[in-house]
């Protein structure tokens, strides 16, 4: 069996197809919404210090985009990438941010309000759930607000918060383990998609969960440089080859 590839390597063209690959996977699979929307099983993102979630960045066309997958062509970076309408229609969306330089660009997402400045601010699922997972040193600046009793929604944007990056990751992994493994005895399958960077480096505790049938996982990218296909890369060196995840249930950009 092979990867799933497709489109020609120009984001232009390799959006569209990718969004192709997510409608025609079956209905038991990859559920829609009431809008005909695909609705992803987990999502996972990292956060950049700028608010950038996936490809998308402040105040970028691809933000308010109706199409559920978008090209991103600038000279510095060519790549395919989610859209919130996607993004917001999962189940469950985890977004992952670690280290000092992100403390003021978490408080704003997490507290603040939606802003196309903020990328990650305007991630906030329709009807599934929205998980923060933070270290101390991302987490410094909202504590601080929360202590002036401006405290976030706890209800609608748990947050979790850890000592340090390599227990986040630890947790991070665990959790969407967990998660993997309840929706396949839920449903009979898993969709997964996953950034690179950060997040899918703490993916490698993957590796010592023993109990995923990973014949039911579905692997997609929220973004994926073309035609590098760095986050492939990443993510078999990572977890996927060892875990044995088939090739053919790994979706990916040509």
């Not at 941010?97 to 403390?103: I, L, N, P, R, V």
């Not at 305007?122 to 009793?149: C, K, T, Y």
């Amino acid at each position: 069996s092979q990867i799933f590839t497709v489109g020609d390597g120009s984001p232009s063209k390799e959006a569209p197809k990718y969004a192709e690959a997510i409608f025609n996977l079956p209905e038991d699979v990859m559920p829609m919404t009431q809008d005909n929307v695909p609705s992803f099983d987990l999502i996972l993102l990292g956060m950049g210090a700028d608010g950038h979630v996936g490809s998308l960045y402040p105040n970028s066309p691809q933000i308010a985009s109706e199409k559920i997958v978008e090209a991103l062509e600038r000279e510095d970076k060519m790549s395919i990438t989610f859209t919130p309408l996607l993004l917001n229609s999962a189940d469950q969306v985890i977004i992952a941010a670690m280290g000092q330089s992100k403390a003021d660009t978490v408080a704003k997402a997490v507290s603040g309000e939606a802003t196309l400045e903020i990328p990650a601010s305007v991630i906030m699922p329709d009807s599934g759930n929205l998980h923060w997972f933070l270290d101390e040193a991302s987490a410094s600046q909202l504590l601080l607000e929360d202590q002036e009793d401006n405290e976030p929604d706890m209800e609608q944007n748990p947050i979790r918060i850890f000592d340090d990056e390599p227990l986040l990751s630890e947790h991070l992994a665990k959790n969407a383990a967990q998660y993997i493994k309840d929706t396949i005895n839920a449903k009979g399958s898993c969709t997964l998609a996953i950034p690179g960077g950060s997040v899918a480096k703490a993916l490698a505790g993957f590796a010592d969960v023993t109990d995923i049938e990973w014949s039911k996982v579905y692997l997609f990218f929220v973004n994926e440089r073309c035609p590098e296909r760095k986050n492939l890369k990443l993510a078999k060196e990572v977890w996927a080859d060892s875990v044995g995840l088939p090739e053919s249930n790994i979706f990916t950009v040509g």
